[in-house]
């Protein structure tokens, strides 16, 4: 079991940033592949970012290529993710999530946090 809880969520204005971050505990962190996910009111969960447990591979949505950043301290068991130059459209709850494997997929993370807001007003 790993369990997630992310913290740094908040509302902001457009062009703003902010750093959200990720704390795990439980089994051995370093190990897992991690992953943000969003979801706005009405839409499916999306792909954000996702991070490999050694940390030589990175994915990005489109969306936030070059506006995010995820990143991990495998001796903090915390997975980070900064976003700069936001979007009234990044507004939604992000989620954090882990597993074994590396995945753009929702459906391939077995352990998920509660979620934290983001809310960027135009």
């Known amino acids: 079991q790993v369990q997630l809880v992310e913290s740094g969520g908040g509302l902001v204005q457009a062009g703003d940033s902010l750093r959200l971050s990720c704390a795990a505990s439980?089994?051995?962190?370093?190990?897992?592949?991690m992953g943000w996910f969003r979801q706005a009111p009405g839409k499916e969960r999306e792909f954000v970012a996702a991070?490999?447990?050694?940390?030589?591979?990175?994915y990005y949505a489109d969306s936030v290529k070059g506006r995010f950043t995820i990143s991990r301290d495998n001796a903090k068991n915390t997975v980070y993710l900064q976003m700069n130059t936001l979007k009234p459209e990044d507004t939604a709850v992000y989620y954090c999530?882990?597993?074994?494997?590396?995945?753009?997929?929702?459906?391939?993370?077995?352990?998920w946090g509660q979620g934290t807001q983001v809310t960027v007003s135009s």
């Open positions: 999530a882990a597993d074994r494997f590396l995945s753009t997929r929702p459906r391939d993370y077995n352990y």
């Open positions: 439980g089994r051995t962190f370093s190990v897992y592949a």
């Open positions: 991070i490999s447990w050694s940390v030589t591979s990175t």
